[in-house]
């Protein structure tokens, strides 16, 4: 069963161009180290201190040797030590979810 860690992040609001940069990092070492990346989500309109990122992985267990890689990756380690320098991530929530409502009906474009 796929299970889907969805993480919020509080973010400083001067810092959401440095937390864009911190979430383009990630499009390559994520998959790289075994999560199917859905995306990061940074602030457009409304609250300018809130972020969110998502992806899919196969189980929890699949998730601390994912954690493992990701931490053992060069380019994982750059961004861990980007966002710690930078200081533009406030806190940080994280949480794992089921899917409850597929299989979903095709889209349909109208």
């Given amino acids: 069963m796929t299970i889907t860690c969805f993480i919020r992040y509080e973010i400083d609001p001067f810092?959401?161009?440095?937390?864009?940069?911190?979430?383009r990092?990630?499009?390559?070492?994520?998959?790289?180290?075994?999560?199917?990346?859905?995306?990061?989500?940074a602030p457009h309109e409304g609250s300018a201190t809130t972020a969110y990122a998502a992806y899919n992985?196969?189980?929890?267990?699949?998730?601390?040797?994912?954690?493992?890689?990701?931490?053992a990756d060069p380019a994982g380690k750059a961004n861990y030590e980007f966002a710690r320098r930078e200081r533009f991530i406030l806190k940080e929530d994280r949480?794992?979810?089921?899917l409850a409502s597929g299989p979903h009906a095709p889209l349909v474009k109208v």
């Fill in 25 to 41: 990092n990630w499009g390559q070492a994520i998959p790289r180290c075994g999560a199917d990346l859905i995306g990061y989500f």
């Fill in 57 to 71: 992985i196969e189980s929890l267990a699949a998730y601390e040797a994912y954690r493992a890689r990701l931490a």
């Fill in 95 to 98: 949480m794992f979810l089921k």
């Fill in 15 to 23: 810092g959401k161009t440095a937390f864009e940069e911190y979430a």
